[in-house]
């Protein structure tokens, strides 16, 4: 029988069967200590002393659903499931410096002067920092508390007397408790501290909004930990150099994941994108080779975007094969469809794909829209003018009809695309005036058909 870990690192919470001096993960001194087991299993019993009964509830409550406050800044609020939840804790993801700060600080001036108590909690920042970002972004008469600490002891206290309705803790990795003994942002403290604080907000019933930063070498423990503790999880993303940010709903025991909101980030803050579509096409011009415009869905709402490839001979024995805004083994399936469904092969060609914008596409039915741009790429020939693509394309080479086709289509007759190649569909699409649907079956018909290949 396999011996669960007996030691774990109390810096990264890395886990080893023995013991070391050193953490062969993260490298600190001195971290890996014994982890007590909680039960002592099946041999040994609790003993006669016995708990308190527990009172058992029907599944039928009579308690109302959660009330819910709306910011009034609607991208966020759909991100929310149609707005806050009282006595819920929050955890808000993402890269230093892509505007979580900016992004919570608007956020919660807007609850703010909608009524609500608010307080906002800066371990990052001093109060003559957050104050100064206040101002610049025209936020000075709203009615937000401010304080600047790190200690969660302090926080607590506080929060506990002044009782607000929404407190912002800006981030988990600065918070120490005087319990725990290890520096701040190491996994034992941000896990206690988020332990302590989704504790609290349940208890006072508060709202409590944690921010995490997530760093791609792993050195501070990235919110991960805290994610299956708190009742949503939201991410921001974006790419340094694109002004557009997207908040997306990663977890929500309150209403859906997988929702999006889009902002842009300007001189005075983050600006809500009604329409993101015509945004992420904005900069397109003329169709030209490697370019297709996918009809996509992000949570409930339609969205357009452009896939770019190249495709260029390599120099080297390994062709390179590069993804910006979409998974990578997604790509090298679709290369291996092209080759051994439809004899169009890349061997010895580096693949360039690319989602304009900065955007991240997670929707499987980008695979039609990124084997167009691959085709278009390597025959040198623009896609149809006008023209969106959708559709999953399956390791047969067949294509799969697509979740919500109809607001896709409805989508691309807004932005007036005058047509739209898709899989079969069985039922009629209505209001798709004006777009002629090109109804494929597989990848090697589609390769013949737009390219004459085959
Ligand atoms: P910030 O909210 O501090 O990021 P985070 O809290 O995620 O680390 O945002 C930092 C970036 O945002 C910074 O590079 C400057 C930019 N920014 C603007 O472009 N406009 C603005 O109005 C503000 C406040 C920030
Ligand atoms: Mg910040």
Known sequence: MAKSPAFRCSSCGAESSKWAGRCESCGAW???????????????????????????????????????????????????????????????????????????LQAAARFARGGLKVIY??????AGQVQLRAERLGLTESPVRLAAATNLRDILTTLEAEAPDLAVIDSIQTLWLDTVEAAPGSVSQVRAAA?????????????????????KEGTLAGPRVVEHMVDTVLYFEGERGHPYRLLRAHKNRFGPADE??????????????????????????????????????EGSRPLLCEFQALVAPSPMAQPRRSVLGWDGARLAMILAVLDSRCG???????????????LRIGDPAADL??????????????????????????????????????????????LGFTQAILPRVRKQQGGTDGLRLRQITDLAAFAAELFGDG
């Open 260 to 297: 999006i909101g889009v902002f842009e980030m300007t001189g005075r803050g983050l600006v809500e994108v009604k329409n993101p579509s015509a945004l992420f096409l904005s900069e397109r011009g003329e169709a030209v080779a490697g370019s297709a415009v996918f009809a996509g869905i």
């Open 30 to 104: 001195n971290t890996l200590a014994e982890v007590q087991p909680l039960s002592e299993g099946p041999g040994k019993r609790l003993g006669a002393q016995r708990g308190s009964a527990l009172a058992l509830t029907d599944l039928a409550s009579a308690e109302p659903p959660p009330p819910r406050r709306t910011s009034g800044v609607a991208e966020l609020d759909r991100v929310l499931g149609g707005g806050l939840v009282a006595a819920s804790a929050l955890l808000l993801g993402g890269d230093p410096g892509i505007g979580k700060s900016t992004l919570l």
């Open 369 to 414: 829209a990124v084997a167009g741009a691959l085709l278009s790429a390597r025959h040198e020939q623009p896609l149809p003018e006008g023209a969106v693509l959708f559709g999953e394309i399956s390791l047969s080479g067949g294509l799969r009809p697509a979740a919500q086709a109809e607001n896709r289509l409805k989508e691309a007759v807004k």
């Open 121 to 126: 909690v800066s371990g990052e920042e001093s």
């Open 344 to 358: 169009i092969s890349f061997a010895g060609l580096d693949v360039y794909m690319n989602v304009a914008g900065g």
């Open 195 to 215: 332990h302590e604080l989704t504790v609290f907000a349940k208890r006072q019933g508060i709202a409590v909004v944690l921010v995490g930063h997530v760093t």
